[in-house]
């Protein structure tokens, strides 16, 4: 009556409805990274869980299953923390006391190296005395603000021990969540659609953090045998600082393997060794490896990848590369599985009624 088109009036209101659902998503955004690191933790240990359900006698809940799984993963950390953590902490402070002299030993020119060599390296330890200089500042300009830095390192801690908590109800409740969502849903066509996205969206999301996991902890033990083998200083620190940078997709892999280069350089070790292991692991792990592990879940292009990296480490920092490659996966499943029922329904429109 009022010439307003109803099909235009639905598309406005659904768009409407996104942009302040982004919103809310957006001022949330601290509290859903939470819940999304916690749902990731929890792929984590998924298959543990599986496994130990799987040998545990009698029908019963999966709740002593997640004990056990949460027992070993405990123990494990305890271990981990103990035996590596302890000497990746020595070492930071062994080079954190070094760093000025090593510099004043890497800028001295060499006869033997060209000209052009030695006012690069002198560029190098120029922009890392600068950063030193200025990281110093801020500590000591935020002394002031030392109650208001503790309050906030005191909820960065509590997050550590939400997201383990959080991650157990993902594992404990997670099927009977998805059986209730999907009931929620009566049109039929419609919930065998999301049943089969959140199907794509949980195999995707299992193999990517496996891989991660997988690729981080080959990064590490690689990294650790091979400058043991090298003599290189601070070997167990760089491996680690690699093996954690994994999870950060690209820009995480190349800053690692700069800083690895960088401070073999400066620390007077095996400066080539360093940098023809560097470039042949990461050939090895990027044509290699990470296609194998990552076959079955995550399928992007490249630079569609390095797209999301950036964008995301611009918008939202570290958390936002981080979860640059999962949110486009996830789009391109949806528009994968949107796409496939879409043509499915138009072949069955296209077959002509059977003769009577």
Known sequence: MLGIDARAARYTWTAALVL????LVYLMRTTVFVFIVALLFGYLLAPLVNVIDRFLPGKRTRTPALAIAYLIFLAVLFVGITQIGSRVIEQANALARS???????????????????????????????????RSSGDIISSLPRAG??????????????????????????GRE????FLEMI??????????????????????????????????FTSYSIFFGILGVRFGI??????????FIPTIGTVSAAAI???????????????????????????????????RAGVQLDPLFVLFGVFAGAELAGVPGAFLSVPVLAFIRVIYRRIRQQRLVAGQVHAVPDAPA
């Open 20 to 23: 302040i659902l982004l919103c």
């Open 99 to 133: 760093m000025p002299a090593m510099l004043s030993r890497f800028e001295q020119p060499s006869d033997s190296l060209p000209a052009s060599v030695n006012a690069f390296k002198a560029q190098i330890v120029q922009k890392a005395q600068a950063q030193l200089d």
């Open 148 to 173: 208001a830095r503790i309050l906030s390192v005191a909820g960065n801690l509590a997050y550590v021990v939400i997201v383990p908590i959080l991650g157990f109800f993902f594992l404990k409740d």
């Open 177 to 180: 969540m998805r059986r209730r």
């Open 186 to 219: 009566d049109d039929d066509r419609r919930r065998a659609l999301m049943d089969d996205l959140l199907a794509d969206v949980n195999l995707l999301l299992a193999h990517y953090m496996r891989a991660l996991l997988i690729l981080s902890l080959a990064t």
């Open 237 to 246: 620190l760089l491996a680690a600082f690699a093996g954690m940078l994994e």
């Open 260 to 294: 690895v280069v960088i401070v073999t350089a400066v620390s007077g070790g095996p400066f080539l060794g360093a940098l023809i292991f560097v470039v042949v692991y990461r050939i090895f792990q990027d044509y290699l490896l990470s296609p194998l592990l990552m």
